[in-house]
Every structure is written in C-alpha cells, then in structure tokens.
C-alpha cells in the first residue's frame, strides 16, 4: 500500500497568512493526488484533483503542486473560513490512500 | 444538483451486521464509481472501497475484506454497504462519495468529487 504522510499534523496560522501543507508519497504516484477540506461534523470537500487543478467553484487562493512522491496545498491569504482539516488522498493504485490530515487552527 | 442521500443513523450490537444505503441524484448512476470512507470519531479518513455500478466490479480495501460487502442497484440508483461481525472499533461515520474521472495531460486523473453527509454507526453493547 502507499502511504501518505502529510507535515505538520497541526498548524496553526492568522488570517490574511500564506500557509503550505505537505503530502509526501512513500512511493511515486505521477500527479494523482486530491486535496480535500473537512469542517467539523461535515463531510470531506474537493478542493484540489490531478495535483493541480482546482475543483470548480474552489477560491483561487488554493493552490496545489507537485508530482511524484512530494506535494504542496498552499493557501494564500487565509479567510476565516479556511480553519478546517485538510487531507491528501492518492488515486495511483488501491487502496486509495488518505493521509493523516492537517489541523489548520487560528493563532 | 448532483446529491448522495444516505440512510439514517443506526446502533448495534458487537457481532451484528449493518447495512448502509447511499441514494444518487443528479448524474447518471453507471458513469461513475462510488467510494465508501470510514472516519472514526476524532480520526482521519479511511478508504474502505469501491464499486462500480456499470457492471458491479468491487475493490475492497484489505482490512475490511472479508467483513465488508458493497452492492448497486441500478434499478433505484442506490448504493449500499454492509459490514458484519461488528465490534467497537467499527463505530464510526461511513460516507459514500461518487468518484469522477478527468482526462487531459494525456491521462486519466481519478478523484472523489461529491460526499454524502455520512451515517453514523455506534457499536456498543
């Protein structure tokens, strides 16, 4: 199985803040990778899919790059909103594997 | 307005077997596959499977196998999950989600793109 290790697990940030959220692959996954953004008691949104391209309706200030076993989820310019749980998933190879998640808080 | 419509919250006991059913709207059944995630309270996202309701090919994820079994019936566009043999550690929100497929850069990009709003299941005795 590919594992999925995102940095930081935690992070906590102001608004108006660029944040950069990590996804490293254990082995490579060319640019299948998605970003998802989860509020409490609410279920997972797509932000992000193929790495890079930003899910319709998604604010431009959400960014995603990389290929291979290393990707970012930047967030330029922090709104009140974007305080939530982030995930990567890989759609490379089955199982289909989430990363841990990232905490974004307000400092 | 594409919608996945879950069933209700359910309790059960350990040993007991549940059945979850997922109920699409807005996009054409077949064209896509359905995900089924587990979260456990306070816990990530597990990818638990999937199948595809054009003609029921099913991949489960290895810890579920064996217990786990998902169906679709293209007669009311409904997916459904069931897990068996329950214990504690099953208790958990199960969501399903329509995946969706992206072609360009020469390749095939697959993703989730629509979440149901999730069954919560309680395992308790």
């Known amino acids: 199985d590919i594992q999925l290790t995102q940095s930081p697990s935690f992070l906590s940030a102001s608004v108006g803040d660029r944040v950069t959220i990590t996804c490293r692959a254990s082995q490579g996954i060319s640019s299948y990778l998605a970003w998802y953004q989860q509020k409490p008691g609410k279920a997972p949104k797509l932000l992000i899919y193929?790495?890079?391209t930003l899910q319709s309706g998604v604010p431009s200030r959400f960014s995603g790059s990389g290929s291979g076993t290393e990707f970012t989820l930047t967030i330029s310019g922090l709104q009140p909103e974007d305080f939530a749980t982030y995930y990567c998933?890989?759609?490379?190879?089955?199982?289909?594997?989430f990363g841990q998640g990232t905490k974004l808080e307000i400092k | 307005e594409v919608q996945l419509v879950q069933s209700g919250a359910e309790v059960k006991k350990p040993g007991a077997t549940v059945k979850i059913s997922c109920k699409v709207s807005?996009?054409?059944?077949?064209?896509?596959?359905i995900h089924w995630v587990q979260q456990a309270p306070g816990k990530g996202l597990e990818w638990m499977g999937l199948v595809d309701p054009a003609d029921g090919e099913i991949i489960y994820a290895e810890k579920f196998r064996g217990r786990i079994t998902m169906t679709a019936d293209t007669s009311t566009d409904t997916a459904y999950m069931e897990l068996s043999s329950l214990r504690s550690e099953d208790t958990a929100i199960y969501y399903c989600a329509k995946g969706a497929v992206a072609d360009f850069r020469d390749d095939f990009y697959y993703y989730i793109d629509v979440w149901g709003k999730g069954t919560t299941v309680t395992v308790s005795s």
């Open positions: 998933q890989q759609l490379n190879s089955y199982p289909r594997t």
């Open positions: 193929a790495a890079s």
């Open positions: 807005g996009y054409t059944f077949t064209d896509e596959y």
